[in-house]
């Protein structure tokens, strides 16, 4: 009796679709409040560093001198507090993760 049992979960299996996405083939669907990735509109910012202050990784870092704002992404925990506190509202949490890297590399922005 368990061999039909058995059987019958073998053939539903195998007809069945698979349980997991075959990603990177098939991609991720991202909801509208994903926490994913920082983004600046770095022509708004003023460079008062209070988002570098508060991050609580310390994954920004911000060059008044020379114009240019940093992010260490493999530092980034998406608490999304950056955008909350920046008092011009240039940065913003996209719904999307940044392409995973091997290599820590911080992503800068200078103003054009
Ligand atoms: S808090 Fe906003 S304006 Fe200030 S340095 Fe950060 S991104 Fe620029
Ligand atoms: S989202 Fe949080 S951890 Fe990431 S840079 Fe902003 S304050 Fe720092």
């Known amino acids: 009796m368990k061999i039909f049992v058995?059987?019958?979960?073998?053939?539903?299996?195998?007809?069945?679709?698979?349980?997991?996405?075959?990603?990177?083939?098939?991609?991720?669907?991202?909801?509208?409040?994903?926490?994913?990735?920082?983004?600046?509109?770095?022509?708004?910012c003023i460079y008062c560093g209070m988002c570098q202050r508060k991050c609580p990784a310390q994954a920004i870092t911000v060059t008044k001198a020379d114009k240019q704002w940093k992010i260490d992404r493999l530092r980034c925990v998406s608490c999304g507090y950056c955008p909350e506190i920046c008092p011009v509202k240039c940065l913003s949490m996209k719904n999307t993760y940044s392409a995973s890297t091997q290599i820590r590399e911080e992503e800068v922005f200078r103003r054009a």
């Not at 349980?19 to 509109?41: E, L």
């Open 6 to 44: 058995m059987a019958k979960k073998v053939l539903k299996s195998l007809c069945a679709k698979p349980a997991t996405f075959r990603y990177p083939f098939v991609p991720k669907t991202y909801y509208k409040n994903t926490r994913g990735s920082i983004t600046i509109d770095i022509n708004k």
